[in-house]
C-alpha cells in the first residue's frame, strides 16, 4: 500500500496459488483484508450479481485485486457447488504444446531423479552390509496403494473468506477458443509462450476477440532456463494485457519493457508494473 501507486495508479493484481487449508486461507484473506482495507476488491458470495462486462481500469484505480483459481469449495456449505466451480480440464490447445514440453521436462527429471536415486540406494546399502545390518525391504504394494488412494481423496477445497476476494479475476484453465466454448468476463487463463504462438499462428482474430472482452496472461516457456526474455510487443499486439518477464537477467526487452501495457476492450490503456 506503501508504493503500489506511487508511479501509476491504476490497479494492482495480486496472483496467487493457494495450497493452503481453510483455516490459512481465512487468515491470508483477513491480512490483506487490514494491510489493503478499502482498496480491496471483494464480493459476498451469497447473492452476487453476476458480471456483464469488465470494469475499465479508470474505474479499478487505486484497487487490490486478488487473482486466483477456484478449484473446490468448503463443503461445509453446499450453496453455488455449480456456479463457482469454474476449473475443467485442459483443451487440445494448452495439451498440444505446453504438455509436449511438460512431458520432456518431466522424463529428464525422472530419468536424473533415478540415477540419483540408485546412487544412493547402492552406497546405503553398502554401508549396511559392512555393519552387518540386514537392508530394510519395501512395504508392500497393497500397501502403498491404499496409501496414494487416501491421498487422492484429500482434495483442497476454498474458504468463502478468500473466494469473496475472487470477483473480476477468477483463474480457469485454457478450454480452447471457439464457438463451442464460452468464459465469464472475470474468467482470465494463462497461455504459455509456445501456446500463444500457436494461437497466433493459427487463429490469431479469434485470440484478438477475446481479448476484447477478457483479460489473458501470457508467461516465457519452461525451458527458458537461463532467464531469457521473448518479445512481449507480439503479444500487446494481439490485445493480451499481461506479458509476463522473466526479471532475473538485463536487457533490450526489460528496457523497453519497464512498464507493461495493460489495455481493456481497447478504449481503455493503462500501465502496470511487475510480471
Known amino acids: 500500500m506503501k508504493y ?55 474505474d479499478l484505480k487505486g484497487m487490490v ?15 453455488h457447488a455449480k456456479e463457482v466451480t469454474v476449473d475443467v480440464e485442459s483443451s487440445e490447445i494448452t495439451s498440444s ?18 540415477k540419483v536415486k540408485t546412487k544412493v540406494l547402492g552406497r546405503v ?8 545390518k540386514p537392508t530394510q525391504t519395501s512395504p508392500p504394494l497393497t500397501s502403498r496403494t491404499s496409501t ?23 483463474g480457469v484453465k485454457c478450454r480452447g477458443l471457439n464457438k463451442k466454448e464460452t468464459y465469464a468476463p472475470e474468467h482470465v487463463f494463462s497461455l504459455s509462450e509456445n501456446t500463444a504462438n500457436k494461437l497466433l499462428k493459427e487463429s490469431m482474430m479469434d485470440l484478438i476477440k477475446h481479448n476484447q472482452d477478457h483479460l489473458v496472461r501470457i508467461y516465457p516457456k519452461g525451458v527458458r532456463i537461463n532467464s531469457t526474455n521473448y518479445d512481449p510487443h507480439r503479444y500487446w499486439s494481439a490485445g493480451a494485457q499481461l506479458v509476463s518477464l522473466n526479471w532475473q537477467t538485463c536487457g533490450k526487452c526489460l528496457s523497453l519493457s519497464a512498464y507493461l501495457r495493460f489495455g481493456h476492450r481497447r478504449s481503455h490503456v ?3 508494473r511487475g510480471s
Open 4 to 58: 503500489s501507486f506511487v508511479t501509476s495508479p491504476y490497479p494492482i493484481i495480486i496472483s496467487a496459488e493457494v495450497h493452503c487449508g481453510l483455516t490459512q486461507q481465512d487468515m491470508l484473506a483477513n491480512i490483506m483484508k487490514n494491510v489493503f482495507g478499502d482498496a480491496l476488491v471483494s464480493a459476498p458470495v451469497d447473492g452476487r450479481p453476476k458480471i456483464g462486462v469488465l470494469p475499465s481500469p479508470e
Open 65 to 79: 485485486l486478488l487473482k486466483a483459481k477456484n478449484l473446490y469449495i468448503s463443503g461445509s456449505e453446499p450453496l
Open 97 to 114: 504444446s505446453d504438455q509436449d514440453m511438460l512431458s520432456d521436462v518431466k522424463s529428464e527429471l525422472k530419468s536424473e531423479l533415478k
Open 125 to 132: 546399502g553398502h554401508r549396511r552390509a559392512s555393519f552387518g
Open 148 to 170: 496414494n488412494n487416501d491421498e487422492k481423496d484429500k482434495k483442497v477445497k476454498m474458504s468463502f473468506e478468500l473466494l469473496a476476494l475472487l470477483v473480476y479475476t477468477v
Open 270 to 272: 493503462m500501465q502496470i
